[in-house]
């Protein structure tokens, strides 16, 4: 929980809540897979760009690496996503926090987190499909030949992460819980 006053977390009691304490580590635990896969993918993406760059400059008979680059970019794109939702610094509508009503600021966090919940859902339900698709049609990418099957596989995984983290939101807002990540 933060503290608004100093900017530190202060501990919450966890004593008779089981749940809270499964909950927080499941889905910390998963965040902490998250924000590491987003982080390598960005150094994937970086080096794959100077590799190419350099190969480039120096006339090298080095392959354009830059179909990595624009691999790594699904992972870092939707596990990085996900990762955001779980510490609630997704695109939020932040006058919300101004509302005096306690009932009201929890009433429309749940509604906007199960929109975020519905979309998801969605948008995993469609991925689900391109994934099949990419799997049953062998396809790949036309430089280096990465199946097209590993983007997709992360858009697949990184949506259901975030439909994951907008569930045990939901809860933790139904029952009183504190939320994860930057927010109260």
Not at 28 to 40: D, P, S, T
Not at 164 to 177: N, P, S, V, Y
Request: glycine share 8%.
């Amino acid at each position: 929980m933060n503290n608004a006053v100093n900017g530190t977390k202060e501990a919450v009691p966890t004593a008779g809540r089981p749940l809270m304490v499964i909950m927080d580590r499941i889905e910390g635990g998963v965040a902490a897979v998250e924000k590491r896969v987003a982080a390598v993918s960005l150094v994937v993406m970086i080096f794959a760009i100077l590799v190419t760059i350099v190969a480039r400059l120096l006339n090298l008979p080095i392959p354009s690496l830059g179909e990595y680059a624009l691999v790594a970019m699904s992972p870092m794109t939707f596990l990085g996503a996900a990762f955001c939702s779980y510490m609630h610094q997704h695109i939020t509508i932040e006058v919300v926090d101004l509302l005096k009503n306690r009932f009201l600021r929890i009433l429309l966090r749940i509604t906007a987190t199960l929109a975020m919940a519905v979309f998801t859902g969605i948008f995993t339900w469609l991925a689900w499909n391109l994934l099949t698709y990419a799997l049953s049609s062998g396809e790949s990418l036309i430089d280096l030949g990465t199946p097209l099957w590993i983007p997709m596989g992360f858009m697949v995984l990184g949506s259901a992460l975030m439909f994951i983290h907008a569930a045990f939101d939901i809860i933790r807002l139904c029952t009183g819980m504190p939320r994860t990540g930057g927010e109260a």
